[in-house]
Nanobody
């Protein structure tokens, strides 16, 4: 059974930075496109960034230029470096593979507030 464990969230001030990590177990990893999603209160979960197996990346317009997704296929980890944080980035952040039906992890809370 695939397990996804996210970490690295917390409280940040506007303009600050956080680095999220996600470790995958119970599955191969390197062949999958991996994404970071977020869900704010009373909103639907949205995909904010993804990275293909070959390393190419895509970002939602709302985070482009501020967030960077990366992966380590040996460690089976995916990262999200978040810079220039804004209050509207406040959400629970999840990682998951695209195009497959993996269960969701518990997520990690990111709160951006002064």
């Amino acid at each position: 059974q695939v397990q996804l464990v996210e970490s690295g969230g917390g409280l940040a001030q506007p303009g600050g930075s956080l680095r999220l990590s996600c470790v995958v177990s119970g599955s191969s990893f390197s062949d999958y496109t991996m994404g970071w999603y977020r869900q704010a209160p009373d909103k639907q979960r949205e995909l904010v960034a993804f990275i293909r197996s070959g390393g190419s990346t895509n970002y939602a317009d709302s985070v482009k230029g501020r967030f960077t997704i990366s992966r380590d296929n040996v460690k089976k980890m995916v990262y999200l470096q978040m810079n220039g944080l804004k209050p509207e980035d406040t959400a629970v952040y999840y990682c998951n593979a695209l195009y497959v039906n993996w269960s969701w992890g518990q997520g990690t809370q990111v709160t951006v507030s002064s």
